[in-house]
C-alpha cells in the first residue's frame, strides 16, 4: 500500500493520469453482489515488480557464482597459470554452453584434474621450450582439443565414450583427487622447496622431511581447512535435525568456500593493509589480479607448439571426455532427463575452441558445481548465464580484493575441493560385490597414478579395462544344456498339494518344459538333474557371442564333449594298427574296439544364439570345419543342426550361405523320412476373432475360428484356432527355430521318423 501511494504521487509529480482507464468496478461489485451466493472476486494484473520476481536470477546460478570464483583462481594456479586465467575460463563455459546443452545441470568451467594436466603439460613443454609462455601452451592446447571434440560430436561419434567403464573414471578420479591433494599440502604449510610435480609419494616423503621448515601459512591453510569440513559436516547434522529447511542448509553448506575466502581475505587485509607488494606481506597471498579481460585476444599457434605438446593431447581429450560425460550422465539419470553425448561433445568443443580466443584455457564438467545446481532445482541451461554475471562483476570489480587472499587458505580450498572426488571405501565394496577383477583394475589405476603421474593412471585402467573385455571375449565358454519339467507352484497349492479335489487338469498345476545347463553353472540347484532330450541330440548354448576370438574355444568344447558321450556310427577295424589314418585317435594304445559300446550316436546339434548378434567369416567357417568332422563321426547318418533364438538377418543369411537352416542332403530316401515342423501364430487382428462372432446373411452364427482334434495319449480333445494362421519363420529355413523348445520338438521328431524308417527297413 506504501508502495501504491508513493508511486501515485509520483505520477501525480509527473503529471500522469494512472487512473485513465476509468473502469466502472463499484458497478461490477454491486452487480455482483445482487446475487446471492456469490463471492466477489476482482482480476489483479500482473506488475512489474512481479515480471521482476519471476525473472530473477535462480538459486543455483548464483550460488555458482560464489563457489566459482574462488575455485577457479585456485585452479588456475594449479594450471601454472595466473588467478585470472581461471576466471575467464570458467565464464567462457557458462556464457556458451547453454546454446549447445542437452544437460540443465552441467556447468563447465576451470576444474582441478584438467587443470592440473594443463600444469603438467605446461611444465613438459617449457622444459624443452623456455621461451614459449604458459598461457600460451595453455590456450593452444585448448584450441586443438575443442577442435578435436567439436569434430567428433558434429560427426555423431558420440558413443565412443562408451568404450570407457566405469571403474577407469572412479579410479582415475580417485588417484587424481589423492594426487592433486598431496601436491597442495606444501602450498597450505608454507613450505618452500618441494617439487609438486613429481610422483605423489615423492611429494609425501618431501612433504614429511621438510616440516620443520612449516611458515604462518599453515595456520591459516590448516586452519580454513578444518572450518571448511566443520561447516559441511554442520550443515549436514542441522539438516538431519531440521528436515523442513534441509534446502537452506545445502545452500549454506555450499556457500562455505566463498565464506571462508572471504573471512581469511580479511583477515589478510587487516595483517598487510600498510603493504603495497605482496612479497613484504606476513604470509604469501595471491598478489594483483588485473582488472576485466586483458588477456583477450587472438592465440598464437604453429607447428612447433602444436608439436610440443602433441603427445598429451590423447590424455587431455579422454581426461575432457571423462568429467563432462560421467557427470552429465550421471545427474541425468538422477533428474529424469537424457543426455546427447554427441550434442555435449559439441558443446565443450565449441567451449574450448572459443574460449582462449577470451584467455580460457582446457575446461570440462565440474562435479561439485554441477551438484549444486541440480539441487538448487535448476530448469534450463540458462541459469548458466548468471553464473557468468557474477563472475563477470568479479573481474571487474572485485580484483583489488583478490590481492590478500593468502596462498595457504587457497590451497587448503583446493584439498577440500578435490577429497570429494575421492571414491567412498563404500562405492569399492560394491564394485567388488559385483566384479572383483573390476576392483583389482580401480586399485592398480589409482597406485599407477600416485606413483607415476595422472596421464599414465588414465592409460592402465583403460588399457586393463580393454583386455579384461577381450579375455572375457575370447574365454567364454558354453553351456551344454539339458531338459527338466517345470511346475507352476504357488504358497496355496503347495500347502494342499495332497488334496484330492486337485487333478492334473488345475491350471496351477501348469507344467512346462525348460532348459538349464547340465553342470549348474548358472546357479541352478544341483539336486535337479537335467536329462538329455533324446539320445544323441545335444543342446549347446553360447553364451558371450561367437565371433573369431572365442570360435575355436566354443567348438573346441562342442566336439569334445560330443566325441565324449557319443560313438561312431560304425565301428572301423584294421587290420593292423598302422592302417589307421594319422588322424583318428581309435582306441588308446592299441587296445581293441569296445563292441559294446552303450553309448548313442550322433543324431542332431541344437544351438541355442540368444547370446548372438552377429557373425563373421572365421565363426561360420568353424561351424563348417565341425560339421563335417561330425558328419564323418556319424556317417551314414546325417547330423542335422538346429538354431534357436537367431535373432539377425544378417545371421540367418550368412548361416544359409554355409548350409545350415535347411536339409543338405538330397537323397530322395533321406528326405522322406524328414518331417519339418512350423511354428505358427495368427495374422494380425485373428486372434481377436477367437472370441468374436457375427451373423451371415441366413442369420446363421460365423466365426473366423475352427476346432481341431488334438490327442494326449488316448484322450481327445478339440482345441479351437484361428482359421487365418501363418508361419512365424520362412518355410525355406525349417531349422532355424523360434526357441530352444522348437529346435528340440523337431530334432526329436526327425531323429525318431528315422529310426523308425531303419526298423522297417531291417525287418523287410
Same mark, same amino acid.
Given at each position: 500500500?506504501?508502495?501504491?501511494?508513493?508511486?501515485?504521487?509520483?505520477?501525480?509529480?509527473?503529471?500522469?493520469?494512472?487512473?485513465?482507464?476509468?473502469?466502472?468496478?463499484?458497478?461490477?461489485?454491486?452487480?455482483?453482489?445482487? /446475487?446471492?451466493?456469490?463471492?466477489?472476486?476482482?482480476? @489483479?494484473? *500482473?506488475?512489474?515488480?512481479?515480471?521482476?520476481?519471476?525473472?530473477?536470477?535462480?538459486?543455483?546460478?548464483?550460488?555458482?557464482?560464489?563457489?566459482?570464483?574462488?575455485?577457479?583462481?585456485?585452479?588456475?594456479?594449479?594450471?601454472?597459470?595466473?588467478?585470472?586465467?581461471?576466471?575467464?575460463?570458467?565464464?567462457?563455459?557458462?556464457?556458451?554452453?547453454?546454446?549447445?546443452?542437452?544437460?540443465?545441470?552441467?556447468?563447465?568451467?576451470?576444474?582441478?584434474?584438467?587443470?592440473?594436466?594443463?600444469?603438467?603439460?605446461?611444465?613438459?613443454?617449457?622444459?624443452?621450450?623456455?621461451?614459449?609462455?604458459?598461457?600460451?601452451?595453455?590456450?593452444?592446447?585448448?584450441?586443438?582439443?575443442?577442435?578435436?571434440?567439436?569434430?567428433?560430436?558434429?560427426?555423431?561419434?558420440?558413443?565412443?565414450?562408451?568404450?570407457?567403464?566405469?571403474?577407469? /573414471?572412479?579410479?582415475?578420479?580417485?588417484?587424481?583427487?589423492?594426487?592433486?591433494?598431496?601436491?597442495?599440502?606444501?602450498?597450505?604449510?608454507?613450505?618452500?622447496?618441494?617439487?609438486?610435480?613429481?610422483?605423489?609419494?615423492?611429494?609425501?616423503?618431501?612433504?614429511?622431511?621438510?616440516?620443520?621448515?612449516?611458515?604462518?601459512?599453515? %595456520?591459516?591453510?590448516?586452519?580454513?581447512?578444518?572450518?571448511?569440513?566443520?561447516?559441511?559436516?554442520?550443515?549436514?547434522?542441522?539438516?538431519?535435525?531440521?528436515?523442513?529447511?534441509?534446502?537452506?542448509?545445502?545452500?549454506?553448506?555450499?556457500?562455505?568456500?566463498?565464506?571462508?575466502?572471504?573471512?581469511?581475505?580479511?583477515?589478510?587485509?587487516?595483517?598487510?593493509?600498510?603493504?603495497?607488494?605482496?612479497?613484504?606481506?606476513?604470509?604469501?597471498?595471491?598478489?594483483?589480479?588485473?582488472?576485466?579481460?586483458?588477456?583477450?585476444?587472438?592465440?598464437?599457434?604453429?607447428?612447433?607448439?602444436?608439436?610440443?605438446?602433441?603427445?598429451?593431447?590423447?590424455?587431455?581429450?579422454?581426461?575432457?571426455?571423462?568429467?563432462?560425460?560421467?557427470?552429465?550422465?550421471?545427474?541425468?539419470?538422477?533428474?529424469?532427463?537424457?543426455?546427447?553425448?554427441?550434442?555435449?561433445?559439441?558443446?565443450?568443443?565449441?567451449?574450448?575452441?572459443?574460449?582462449?580466443?577470451?584467455?580460457?584455457?582446457?575446461?570440462?564438467?565440474?562435479?561439485?558445481?554441477?551438484?549444486?545446481?541440480?539441487?538448487?532445482?535448476?530448469?534450463?541451461?540458462?541459469?548458466?548465464?548468471?553464473?557468468?554475471?557474477?563472475?563477470?562483476?568479479?573481474?571487474?570489480?572485485?580484483?583489488?580484493?583478490?590481492?590478500?587472499?593468502?596462498?595457504?587458505?587457497?590451497?587448503?580450498?583446493?584439498?577440500?575441493?578435490?577429497?570429494?572426488?575421492?571414491?567412498?571405501?563404500?562405492?569399492?565394496?560394491?564394485?567388488?560385490?559385483?566384479?572383483?577383477?573390476?576392483?583389482?583394475?580401480?586399485?592398480?589405476?589409482?597406485?599407477?597414478?600416485?606413483?607415476?603421474?595422472?596421464?599414465?593412471?588414465?592409460?592402465?585402467?583403460?588399457?586393463?579395462?580393454?583386455?579384461?573385455?577381450?579375455?572375457?571375449?575370447?574365454?567364454?565358454?558354453?553351456?551344454?544344456?539339458?531338459?527338466?519339467?517345470?511346475?507352476?507352484?504357488?504358497?496355496?497349492?503347495?500347502?494342499?498339494?495332497?488334496?484330492?479335489?486337485?487333478?492334473?487338469?488345475?491350471?496351477?498345476?501348469?507344467?512346462?518344459?525348460?532348459?538349464?545347463?547340465?553342470?549348474?553353472?548358472?546357479?541352478?540347484?544341483?539336486?535337479?538333474?537335467?536329462?538329455?532330450?533324446?539320445?544323441?541330440?545335444?543342446?549347446?548354448?553360447?553364451?558371450?557371442?561367437?565371433?573369431?576370438?572365442?570360435?575355436?574355444?566354443?567348438?573346441?568344447?562342442?566336439?569334445?564333449?560330443?566325441?565324449?558321450?557319443?560313438?561312431?556310427?560304425?565301428?572301423?577295424?584294421?587290420?593292423?594298427?598302422?592302417?589307421?589314418?594319422?588322424?583318428? *585317435?581309435?582306441?588308446? @594304445?592299441?587296445?581293441? /574296439?569296445?563292441?559294446?559300446?552303450?553309448?548313442?550316436?550322433?543324431?542332431?546339434?541344437?544351438?541355442?544364439?540368444?547370446?548372438?548378434?552377429?557373425?563373421?567369416?572365421?565363426?561360420?567357417?568353424?561351424?563348417?570345419?565341425?560339421?563335417?568332422?561330425?558328419?564323418?563321426?556319424?556317417?551314414?547318418?546325417?547330423?542335422?543342426?538346429?538354431?534357436?533364438?537367431?535373432?539377425?538377418?544378417?545371421?540367418?543369411?550368412?548361416?544359409?550361405?554355409?548350409?545350415?537352416?535347411?536339409?543338405?542332403?538330397?537323397?530322395?530316401?533321406?528326405?522322406?523320412?524328414?518331417?519339418?515342423?512350423?511354428?505358427?501364430?495368427?495374422?494380425?487382428?485373428?486372434?481377436?476373432?477367437?472370441?468374436?462372432?457375427?451373423?451371415?446373411?441366413?442369420?446363421?452364427?460365423?466365426?473366423?475360428?475352427?476346432?481341431?482334434?488334438?490327442?494326449?495319449?488316448?484322450?481327445?480333445?478339440?482345441?479351437?484356432?484361428?482359421?487365418?494362421?501363418?508361419?512365424?519363420?520362412?518355410? @525355406?529355413?525349417?531349422?532355424?527355430?523360434?526357441?530352444?523348445?522348437?529346435?528340440?520338438?523337431?530334432?526329436?521328431?526327425?531323429?525318431?521318423?528315422?529310426?523308425?524308417?531303419?526298423?522297417?527297413?531291417?525287418? %523287410?
Amino acid at each position: 500500500m506504501v508502495a501504491s501511494r508513493t508511486g501515485r504521487a509520483l505520477a501525480g509529480v509527473l503529471g500522469i493520469n494512472v487512473d485513465y482507464r476509468q473502469e466502472p468496478e463499484d458497478t461490477f461489485r454491486s452487480a455482483a453482489k445482487s /446475487i446471492s451466493s456469490v463471492d466477489t472476486f476482482v482480476e @489483479n494484473e *500482473p506488475t512489474t515488480a512481479e515480471w521482476i520476481l519471476n525473472h530473477r536470477p535462480t538459486a543455483g546460478g548464483t550460488t555458482v557464482g560464489f563457489v566459482v570464483v574462488p575455485q577457479g583462481m585456485a585452479y588456475a594456479l594449479l594450471a601454472r597459470l595466473p588467478p585470472e586465467y581461471g576466471l575467464y575460463t570458467s565464464f567462457v563455459g557458462f556464457l556458451l554452453y547453454w546454446a549447445f546443452a542437452t544437460s540443465k545441470d552441467i556447468t563447465i568451467g576451470a576444474v582441478a584434474v584438467m587443470s592440473t594436466i594443463v600444469g603438467n603439460i605446461v611444465i613438459k613443454v617449457q622444459r624443452v621450450h623456455p621461451d614459449i609462455p604458459a598461457e600460451q601452451i595453455a590456450r593452444g592446447l585448448s584450441i586443438i582439443c575443442g577442435g578435436v571434440l567439436c569434430f567428433i560430436g558434429l560427426i555423431r561419434c558420440g558413443w565412443i565414450v562408451e568404450f570407457i567403464p566405469l571403474v577407469t /573414471i572412479t579410479s582415475f578420479m580417485t588417484g587424481a583427487a589423492i594426487s592433486i591433494a598431496v601436491g597442495q599440502v606444501p602450498s597450505m604449510m608454507g613450505i618452500e622447496g618441494v617439487s609438486t610435480r613429481e610422483a605423489a609419494y615423492k611429494v609425501i616423503i618431501n612433504t614429511l622431511k621438510n616440516l620443520p621448515n612449516t611458515q604462518l601459512d599453515a %595456520a591459516l591453510g590448516l586452519s580454513a581447512l578444518v572450518l571448511l569440513y566443520f561447516i559441511r559436516w554442520f550443515c549436514g547434522f542441522m539438516s538431519d535435525k531440521q528436515p523442513n529447511r534441509k534446502k537452506m542448509w545445502f545452500f549454506i553448506s555450499t556457500l562455505r568456500m566463498a565464506f571462508i575466502i572471504l573471512l581469511y581475505t580479511m583477515i589478510s587485509w587487516l595483517v598487510n593493509r600498510n603493504i603495497s607488494d605482496q612479497k613484504d606481506a606476513k604470509f604469501r597471498i595471491l598478489g594483483t589480479v588485473p582488472k576485466g579481460f586483458q588477456h583477450a585476444g587472438v592465440p598464437h599457434m604453429d607447428t612447433r607448439l602444436v608439436s610440443s605438446f602433441a603427445s598429451d593431447l590423447p590424455a587431455s581429450i579422454i581426461v575432457l571426455i571423462i568429467e563432462h560425460i560421467a557427470i552429465s550422465k550421471s545427474f541425468g539419470r538422477v533428474n529424469n532427463y537424457v543426455i546427447d553425448p554427441s550434442q555435449e561433445l559439441v558443446a565443450i568443443g565449441f567451449t574450448n575452441l572459443l574460449g582462449p580466443f577470451l584467455g580460457g584455457y582446457p575446461a570440462t564438467g565440474s562435479f561439485s558445481r554441477t551438484a549444486i545446481k541440480a539441487k538448487a532445482g535448476v530448469r534450463t541451461p540458462l541459469a548458466g548465464m548468471f553464473t557468468a554475471v557474477i563472475v563477470l562483476l568479479a573481474l571487474y570489480a572485485l580484483t583489488s580484493v583478490f590481492f590478500y587472499i593468502p596462498m595457504g587458505t587457497l590451497s587448503g580450498l583446493i584439498i577440500h575441493a578435490v577429497g570429494d572426488l575421492i571414491t567412498p571405501p563404500n562405492v569399492v565394496y560394491q564394485f567388488w560385490e559385483i566384479s572383483p577383477v573390476e576392483v583389482i583394475i580401480f586399485f592398480c589405476g589409482v597406485l599407477v597414478t600416485v606413483f607415476t603421474q595422472i596421464e599414465n593412471g588414465i592409460y592402465a585402467t583403460i588399457g586393463a579395462s580393454a583386455a579384461v573385455l577381450l579375455y572375457r571375449t575370447a574365454r567364454a565358454k558354453g553351456n551344454f544344456l539339458g531338459r527338466v519339467s517345470v511346475y507352476r507352484v504357488t504358497h496355496d497349492n503347495f500347502h494342499r498339494r495332497d488334496d484330492s479335489k486337485i487333478t492334473k487338469e488345475d491350471p496351477t498345476w501348469s507344467v512346462r518344459e525348460a532348459f538349464i545347463p547340465l553342470d549348474h553353472q548358472d546357479g541352478s540347484n544341483p539336486l535337479i538333474e537335467a536329462q538329455t532330450p533324446y539320445p544323441g541330440i545335444f543342446i549347446y548354448r553360447f553364451n558371450e557371442g561367437f565371433n573369431y576370438p572365442n570360435q575355436a574355444r566354443y567348438l573346441d568344447t562342442l566336439t569334445a564333449f560330443i566325441f565324449k558321450e557319443t560313438r561312431r556310427t560304425q565301428l572301423e577295424r584294421y587290420d593292423k594298427l598302422g592302417d589307421r589314418p594319422w588322424n583318428d *585317435p581309435g582306441p588308446r @594304445n592299441g587296445a581293441q /574296439i569296445n563292441l559294446d559300446d552303450n553309448r548313442p550316436i550322433l543324431r542332431a546339434v541344437v544351438l541355442d544364439f540368444a547370446a548372438v548378434n552377429n557373425v563373421d567369416v572365421t565363426s561360420v567357417q568353424g561351424l563348417i570345419d565341425i560339421r563335417n568332422q561330425l558328419d564323418r563321426h556319424a556317417a551314414p547318418e546325417v547330423v542335422e543342426w538346429h538354431f534357436a533364438n537367431v535373432n539377425s538377418r544378417w545371421t540367418k543369411r550368412a548361416l544359409a550361405a554355409a548350409g545350415f537352416g535347411y536339409p543338405t542332403s538330397v537323397s530322395p530316401e533321406s528326405l522322406g523320412n524328414w518331417k519339418p515342423i512350423f511354428s505358427v501364430a495368427a495374422l494380425s487382428g485373428a486372434e481377436e476373432s477367437v472370441t468374436k462372432a457375427r451373423k451371415s446373411k441366413n442369420g446363421d452364427i460365423e466365426t473366423n475360428t475352427e476346432e481341431i482334434e488334438i490327442y494326449a495319449g488316448d484322450q481327445k480333445e478339440m482345441l479351437q484356432i484361428p482359421k487365418r494362421i501363418a508361419n512365424v519363420h520362412g518355410i @525355406n529355413r525349417p531349422f532355424f527355430h523360434m526357441d530352444v523348445q522348437a529346435a528340440v520338438e523337431s530334432a526329436i521328431l526327425n531323429a525318431e521318423n528315422r529310426s523308425a524308417a531303419r526298423a522297417l527297413s531291417t525287418d %523287410a
